[in-house]
């Protein structure tokens, strides 16, 4: 029951560095998501990618680009981290379907100094 | 996108019933209503989807009136591990955009 899963949990970055945040489901879904939650906030939608191959702008995009590597897979990068980008990242996948719900990984809990 | 509207926060004992009520006035003809959960350091949790009336799981009640313009999450004799944020969102058949406002955070209490 790994459902979403996203590596690393931790990272310290300096200002400047690049990181990619990966994220991977074993549910077979066709839509990904990356999300940010900053302190006392709701979650705000960063990229998402409909079906393999395609990708999407949210509310957020500035500062990240995505790759939807095959169908398990939605990586992130931050290609210049700036200290405005700590947050904690969610990754979420969701089941094609009129109806279904997002089901959400734990997290990749990222500060930049 | 139909933006929601939640209060910041609630606070129960344990073994009341618990309802949080989410407004969305501008809710279109194709959108579902859904309630997550968010414990701390973890990512949202699916708690139950409606889209009119009433839906019953075996966690929540959800009942959304005629109009479409607001809807309630019930929570049946709530315990301590309910202490959580609570999210209301609407979201269109496709599902590709979902908008989290800042959600009711629920404190319950011995």
Not at chain 2, 19 to 47: E, K, L, M, V
Request: aromatic content about 10%; charged content about 15%.
């Amino acid at each position: 029951n790994a459902g979403v899963t996203q590596t690393p949990k931790f990272q310290v970055l300096k200002t400047g560095q690049s990181m990619t945040l990966q994220c991977a489901q074993d549910m077979n879904h066709n839509s990904m998501y990356w999300y940010r939650q900053d302190p006392g906030m709701g979650l705000r939608l960063i990229y998402y990618s409909a079906s393999e191959g395609t990708t999407d702008k949210g509310e957020v995009p500035n500062g990240y680009n995505v790759s939807r590597l095959n169908k398990r897979e939605f990586s992130l990068r931050l290609e210049s981290a700036a200290p405005s980008q700590t947050s904690v990242y969610f990754c979420a996948s969701r089941d094609r379907g009129s109806n279904q719900p997002q089901h959400f990984g734990d997290g990749t809990r990222l500060s930049i100094l | 996108l139909a933006k929601t509207t939640q209060p910041i926060s609630m606070d129960s004992y344990e073994g009341q019933e618990v309802n949080i009520t989410c407004s969305h006035n501008n809710i279109a003809t194709n959108d579902y209503i859904t309630w997550y959960q968010q414990f701390p350091s973890q990512g949202p949790r699916f708690i139950i989807q409606g889209y009119k009336t009433k839906v019953t799981n075996e966690v929540a009640s959800l009942f959304i009136p005629a109009d479409r313009k607001s809807s309630t999450l019930s929570l049946p004799r709530v315990s301590l591990s309910d202490t959580a944020v609570y999210y209301c969102l609407v979201g269109d058949t496709g599902f590709q955009k979902l908008v989290f406002g800042t959600g009711t955070r629920l404190l319950v209490s011995p």
